[in-house]
């Protein structure tokens, strides 16, 4: 195939634009937010799980302590009512017998008490542990919240950026000649499509030509399109070339 040298070169900027669509495409794609955002979703479950958990031992404890409340309260009651009794009863027997009750609820009651108190220090270090978590969650949160504020507006300059480029390669693909155009096409699809050669090295592949594929390129005529014989793109050949 043979295309003016102009053409050819014309593929130079058609390859730099596909590489930049490339990039931008990719970076619409995969924002760099978006692995610390999926580890914040499982970092977030976990924390949540640890959540339920220990407002389960918060609820847990609640419920026991309102037991013991109601037991304090019943033993509470008895005494009130025995001292009654006590102070009542005109049989010296049933004042023995109304005294051992009282002890028994005095010791009773006080069992409960402390009971009681280790239930609120208890209760105290859950609710805190709980607060300490939703501390957590929220700071996972607020993190995971301007990380994709980040993420969406990387993703927005990305997408018009895309966008703007491929306008740009559609104006310069229109000033390609058909049947060269359908080949860079065709080679870009395992190739850069086009490269330069400077200092005897093919930019599309970093590979330095041998000297028989040098001598090659020296030989074809200016409008003659020649392919890397290492990764198969047009090599667009100019005064940097040094052939």
Known sequence: MNAAPADQLRLLD?????????????????PPQAARVQELVALRQSLSHELSNRRGAVDDLQ????????DVAVVT???ARDDELLRTTTSAKDAVGIEHELASLRRRQNELEDAQLVLMEDLEAAELAVAEQEALIATTNEEGAQLSGAAKLH???ASALHDQLTRD???????????????YEKLSERSAGAALVQGRTCLGCHMMLSGTDLNRLRQAEDDA???????????????ESGL
């Open 169 to 183: 390669r559609a104006a310069v693909a229109a000033g390609v000649p058909g049947p060269l155009l359908a080949l």
């Open 63 to 70: 419920a026991e302590l309102r037991r013991i409340e109601a």
């Open 225 to 239: 399109v020649v392919t890397c014989p290492e990764c198969g793109c047009i090599l667009v050949r100019t005064s």
């Open 14 to 30: 058609l390859a730099a634009l596909d590489t930049r669509r490339t990039q931008a495409d990719a970076a619409r794609r995969n």
């Open 155 to 157: 993703v927005a300059e």
């Open 77 to 79: 009651a008895r005494r």
